[in-house]
């Protein structure tokens, strides 16, 4: 490095740097090097620096920080600095047409415009553990910097087309396997910066000066015929699946890329991404990515001290207690299993090798690192086990007297620095919090089922909970892979509660006209997983009837309610577990079968409530059952239950399967427009009663004008 100049900016984001007769340029544009307006300057400056300097016979591009390029800014998207010149494919030209041999030096990641860059260079050169992938389809978009035609000339049209469409890393080694990169280093540890690739690059890029004045261009190269057939593949892209358009979108480029030549190739890749970026699916989804990054920060909790999460205990080892387990000793940590009685125990730890077997059999598994896991776990039937835990999760049943008792034992048993964390689902954690005399360091933790797969941690935060208990919890959450959502005491939390008026409405509809299966249907072919009857047969509809029969003193009486779902339970009919629910259910099948009892008892129920049954629309069915979760959720807003709408939207695209690309309630009602939303939701009171009245908050941001619930206009 003694011949190594001095760094200076060309751009506020990139530095031109001499290596002896090496230029290096280097991306400074935290955190992940992203291609906004002014690294694009700063690398086109450099080059043509580069070239014109006389001294120079190669360049070498790579990153500062942990990451070579993380690719482009997608916060630019949609303004008018992400169309400023000089755009990607300026660079690209630019670098082809250099006649001093142009290298890629990549650590960390190359993905999206970050591979595309390197794509544009002569020559790649990778550290053993980088990733290099074009993950754009993630975010409902297909590669816009000429990736869909350059990745197939170098890697064969197959090969490009599951990276593409699925989104699909490679690593450094595999790079250079499949010819996507030149060389890469030997390095066995992790690499911690560009260090040892840029060296390797110098080299490289040195050498390949000396050798000759012609270096290889990607987009020479000749598309190498492949027998994809690309009808077949456009018509398996599930309709269901949150990126569709896109996915179709990237199977078209690689089609393209077969057929027409590079340039037009690249005019036809250019449209597709144009249409996708202004286009529905994509704003909602890069909504969701951004929202998922958000959602775990809080104000308040800037410059806490973590705690310590290195032993977890976990109370009850039933269906939640088993999930959580996992969840924990999946990213390493270590659980102690406690239940009251051995065969409750034994099947909870025998239910967790089953689920592990199934995802062995998958081929997800070795039987090694399934033993591995199941070692981290420490069953018990003593409650004194819980001592040493740093955190503690309560996963028994959902009765208040039970909670309050653990607590009170937690208290005496738990050391002095741990956090006692209740996986209620419903109940008001600030009464379980008092049966200790340490409320400061008791949160809640609302997993949702099955706990080791879904991604939503609705972590609760009561009165008195400490804020280095919630920053702590907030991190822990990551940690096990989870996407966290602070949220505030009511009932029902923030998902929950949402339900309940989305249940209400669907119980309406019943009454007037609609079939469970129409309206199942319905929400289904709008988007969402599961329609909300079969989602109450899933769930257990025995949970909500105790709710409601708790909450029933504070009902309104002269509100409208629909006794339909109750007059299900009062047959003993719960659900799945129970075979039968709104649908019946064939013994050991989960498929929900019409029934037509329940037809019966649903006319019965609107003649008694002096409801004439009609015919229902599907429209009225998903706009009355979305217009109740979207004022429901502005008054969770409003209460501060939520920090953001966008946490909204996360709690429910990843705990209830509202349709990513619909980008979440909050988000859809944004896209429907805040004005068209209040209209129609007071012209559903003025119809239906005062169950619809608005949202105050959705009043306030519509007489002021606001386009969206977060912006605080
Ligand atoms: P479950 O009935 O499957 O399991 C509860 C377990 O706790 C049983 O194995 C029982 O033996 C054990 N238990 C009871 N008292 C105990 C004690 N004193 N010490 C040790 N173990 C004890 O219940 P599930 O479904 O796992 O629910 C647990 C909690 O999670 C409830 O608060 C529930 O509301 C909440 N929850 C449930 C969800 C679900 O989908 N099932 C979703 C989210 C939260």
Not at 17 to 26: E, F, P, T, Y
Not at 251 to 266: D, H, N, R, Y
Request: glycine share 10%; proline share 4%.
């Amino acid at each position: 490095m003694s011949q190594a100049s001095e760094s200076v900016r060309l751009s506020p984001t990139v530095g031109y740097q001499r290596q002896a007769d090496i230029a290096v340029l280097w991306l400074d544009n935290p955190p992940v090097n992203g291609l906004g307006d002014s690294t694009r300057a700063g690398i086109h400056a450099g080059l043509k620096l580069a070239v014109e300097d006389q001294g120079v016979v190669g360049i070498v591009i790579a990153g500062t920080g942990k990451v070579f390029c993380g690719g482009a800014d997608i916060r630019q998207f949609n303004t008018p600095a992400a169309t400023a010149r000089p755009q990607l494919r300026d660079i690209q030209q630019w670098m082809e047409a250099s006649p001093k041999p142009v290298v890629a030096a990549i650590h960390g990641v190359a993905l999206g415009g970050g591979l595309e860059l390197a794509l544009g260079c002569h020559y790649r050169v990778v550290a053993h553990d980088a990733r290099l992938g074009l993950p754009e389809v993630n975010i409902g978009l297909v590669p816009g910097g000429g990736g869909t035609q350059r990745l197939p000339r170098l890697v064969g049209v197959e090969r490009a087309l599951d990276m593409i469409q699925h989104g699909t890393p490679v690593t450094g080694k595999g790079a250079v396997q499949i010819g996507l990169a030149d060389a890469v280093t030997e390095g066995a540890g992790a690499t911690r910066d560009a260090g040892e690739v840029v060296a390797l690059a110098v080299e490289f890029c040195r050498r390949a000066a000396a050798r000759s004045s012609a270096h290889p261009l990607v987009a020479a190269h000749e598309v190498q015929g492949s027998s994809i057939d690309f009808e077949a593949r456009l018509a398996a892209v599930s309709r269901k699946s949150r990126n569709a358009s896109a996915q179709r979108a990237c199977v078209l480029c690689l089609k393209a890329a077969t057929q027409l030549p590079f340039s037009e190739g690249l005019a036809f890749e250019r449209a597709r991404f144009d249409e996708l970026v202004a286009g529905a699916e994509s704003q909602s989804l890069r909504h969701i990515f951004f929202a998922e990054r958000e959602a775990p920060k809080f104000s308040d909790g800037k410059g806490q001290t973590l705690r310590t999460i290195d032993r977890v205990a976990v109370l009850g080892a039933g269906t939640m207690g088993v999930g959580i387990t996992m969840a924990f000793v999946n990213a390493g940590i270590p659980v102690t299993l406690v239940e009251r009685e051995q065969a409750a125990l034994d099947r909870g730890m025998a239910l967790i090798r089953r689920n592990y077997d199934v995802t062995a059999s998958k081929g997800k598994l070795t039987s090694a690192q399934i033993e591995e896991r199941i070692a981290r776990i420490a069953p018990s039937l003593e409650f004194d086990a819980l001592a040493d835990a740093d955190l503690v999760i309560e996963a028994v049943f959902e009765d208040m007297a039970v909670k309050r008792d653990i607590f009170e034992r937690l208290d005496k048993v738990c050391k002095p620095s741990a956090i006692l964390a209740t996986n209620t689902s419903r109940l008001d954690v600030d009464v379980i919090a008092a049966s200790t005399r340490r409320p400061g360091d008791v949160i809640g933790l609302h997993f949702f089922s099955p706990a080791n797969v879904m991604k939503l941690l609705e972590v609760v935060r009561g009165k008195a909970t400490g804020l280095d208990v919630i920053a702590t919890c907030l991190t822990m959450a990551q940690r096990i892979q989870k996407v966290p959502v602070l949220v505030g005491v009511c009932e029902g939390f923030v998902g929950n509660r949402m339900l309940t008026p989305y249940w209400r409405e669907a119980g309406f509809l019943l009454e007037e006209g609609a079939s469970p299966q129409q309206v199942d249907r319905a929400l289904t072919e709008f988007g969402m997983a599961m329609g909300p009857l079969t989602m109450a047969d899933l769930a257990g509809m025995d949970i909500n009837w105790a709710t409601r029969k708790r909450l029933a003193s504070t009902r309104p009486a002269h509100l409208r309610y629909s006794s339909v779902a109750d007059r299900i339970c009062e047959m003993g009919r719960f659900g799945q577990k129970t075979s039968g629910g709104y649908y019946r259910y064939e013994p050991g099948s989960r498929t929900p079968v019409p029934d037509p009892l329940i037809d019966d008892l649903i006319a019965d129920c609107a003649r008694e409530a002096g409801i004439t049954r009609r015919a229902v629309s599907d429209e009225e069915i998903v706009e009355r059952c979305m217009l109740a979760l979207i004022n429901e959720g502005a008054h969770i807003l409003e209460e501060g239950i939520a920090q953001r709408a966008s946490d909204i939207d996360v709690v429910y695209v990843h705990g209830y399967g509202f349709p990513a690309w619909r980008g979440g309630p909050m988000f859809y009602a944004e896209t429907l427009g805040l004005d068209k939303v209040l209209a129609r939701i007071r012209a559903l009171r003025d119809a239906h009663g005062a169950h619809w009245e608005p949202a105050p908050l959705l009043e306030r941001l519509v007489s002021g004008g606001a386009r969206t619930f977060d912006r605080k206009d």
